[in-house]
């Protein structure tokens, strides 16, 4: 896993708990806080993936190529 991957995972595990606490504690602002940072780990999340499937496709494509 690389290191932007883990860090987008942190970050939504981070806001997850926030807004556990939020929750908990009826803090409605900590838990909008956790909410947001949740959503924005995924969504950097999901970068990651659509950039490991470009360079697996350009891999692909390059490895095609050398078979010529």
């Known amino acids: 896993m690389s290191e932007d991957k883990l860090n987008a995972k942190l970050d939504q595990l ?5 807004e556990g606490l939020g929750k908990l504690t009826g803090d409605k602002g900590l838990e ?3 909410l947001v940072e949740k959503g924005l780990g995924k969504a950097k999340e999901l970068v990651e993936d659509a950039k490991d499937g470009i360079e697996g496709a350009v891999d692909g494509i390059k490895k095609a190529f050398d078979k010529e």
């Open 14 to 18: 981070t806001g997850s708990v926030k």
């Open 32 to 34: 909008v806080e956790g």
